[in-house]
């Protein structure tokens, strides 16, 4: 009950603090030999790693990680289904290979004779560069994850599909990763061609439910466009310092680490099970990796209007929408099939807001894992991350093989 109530006053300090220091504060370069960078981080285990960039049509130049083929598997001459694999809000590439080979889905999909390509969205450690505008202006960050949806995943699927002379690809996202498909495929529904299986890890689109005291902070944020013009800033980059301070405030064996848990927990959902704790430093330094503040504001404004609907902008959404309010996003035309894998204890993710998904997307299915204490940041970081959820992630993808 006290730790219960640490770990909540802790998490809104943190918060703060975090927000603060990592506007102010100096880029982690993720230096440390131990702890290398992308793609370093894929290579030191003897797997095959490539770097792409790719500039969108409003200007952003994207990172993209690739596992082109995986050294247990030789046949890199003949031509290899694509995964793209895209990661959640505050998050990276990194998402799919930190937890190593034998378990992340990026070398387990690369070992099932995948191509294997990562995005990483505006605003992310690998992703803080224009055609024109520098990271330091407000209006660089003046996008939400509408933007990543509409302008970042064409530029990066039309590029993958171009590298590897392919007609379509699979789809797997992460929390926000599945929110950026959803506007994709509303917007522009071409993509239904072009994407031909959606996996969606923690799906968020409707945040009715939502339990995390974290998410309930953007309650507080008001909404309008003098507000707007105030907080284009970065959302939780990846700091030497903040980076730092949460590494070793989360280190085992220290008094700290049972608050630090807790303040995840907070965040995603109650379970100390599945993470491993001798973990957390390392996931911390690559984690949380920066976004806007528009698109965490942009989550506010679902969980307020109960709806999955574009950015409020207030009273100008009479100039931008022609409307009083915002246009919901339109599930109808998602053609293609999705296969929502769902945490019974995600404080974020609901299976209450998940099944009301499941409900409006034309072609879907439900799964839940099948362990009831399962929460948002176990899909990426569970000890048993490969049993209870890439091994399933392998066979719904299977299905449909010869695509
Ligand atoms: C890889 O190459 C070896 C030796 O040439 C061969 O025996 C094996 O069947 C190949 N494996 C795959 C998956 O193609
Ligand atoms: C795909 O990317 C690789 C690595 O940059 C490059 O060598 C290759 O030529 C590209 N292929 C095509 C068809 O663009
Ligand atoms: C936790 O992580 C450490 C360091 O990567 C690893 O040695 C250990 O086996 C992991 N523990 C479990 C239970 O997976």
């Not at 996996?199 to 707007?228: E, H, Y």
């Amino acid at each position: 009950m006290i730790l219960a109530v640490w770990g909540k006053s802790l998490a809104y300090v943190c918060f703060l603090t975090l927000l603060l220091r990592g506007v102010t504060g100096k880029y982690n370069k993720n230096t440390r030999k131990s702890l290398p960078a992308m793609p370093k981080l894929i290579t030191q285990h003897g797997y095959p790693a490539e770097t792409h960039t790719v500039a969108t049509d409003d200007g952003y130049i994207l990172t993209m990680h690739r596992i082109p083929y995986s050294p247990l598997s030789n046949s890199t001459d003949t031509a290899r289904p694509v995964v793209f694999l895209q990661h959640g809000l505050i998050s990276s590439s990194v998402d799919w290979v930190i937890m190593g080979p034998g378990n992340g889905l990026g070398y387990l999909l690369a070992d099932a004779g995948y191509d294997v390509w990562m995005g990483n969205a505006r605003g992310n450690m690998y992703s803080t560069r224009h055609n024109k505008l520098s990271a330091m202006l407000p209006t660089f960050w003046s996008f939400s994850w509408h933007e990543m949806g509409v302008y970042d995943l064409p530029a990066e699927i039309d590029y993958i599909l171009t590298n590897t002379t392919q007609k379509s690809l699979r789809y797997v996202g992460h929390s926000m990763g599945t929110t950026m498909f959803y506007v994709l495929m509303s917007k522009k529904p071409e993509y239904n061609a072009k994407i031909s299986r959606m996996i969606a890890l923690a799906p968020v689109a409707f945040l009715r439910n939502t339990k995390s005291p974290f998410a309930s902070i953007t309650k507080l944020v008001p909404s309008g466009v003098l507000f707007d013009m105030v907080s284009n800033w970065p959302f939780f980059p990846n700091k030497k310092f903040s980076n730092g301070l949460l590494e070793a405030f989360c280190k085992r064996g220290t008094i700290t680490q049972k608050m630090c848990t807790n303040t995840l927990f907070q965040i995603g959902g109650f379970n100390s099970n599945q993470l491993n704790q001798t973990m957390l430093p390392t996931i911390l330094h690559y984690f949380p990796a920066g976004s806007s503040m528009k698109a965490w504001r942009h989550y506010g404004q679902l969980i307020s209007s109960g709806s999955f609907r574009e950015y409020d902008y207030g009273f100008a959404n009479i100039f931008k929408y022609g409307n009083l309010y915002p246009p919901d996003y339109n599930f109808a035309v998602i053609i293609t099939f999705v296969s929502l894998i769902v945490g019974p204890n995600d404080w974020l993710a609901s299976p209450e807001d998940a099944s009301l998904l499941h409900r409006k997307l034309p072609n879907s299915e439900y799964h839940e894992i099948a362990l009831p204490e399962f929460n948002h940041f176990d899909f990426l970081w569970a000890i048993d991350v490969k049993t209870l959820v890439n091994d399933k992630v392998l066979s719904l993808l299977e299905v449909d093989q010869d695509y």
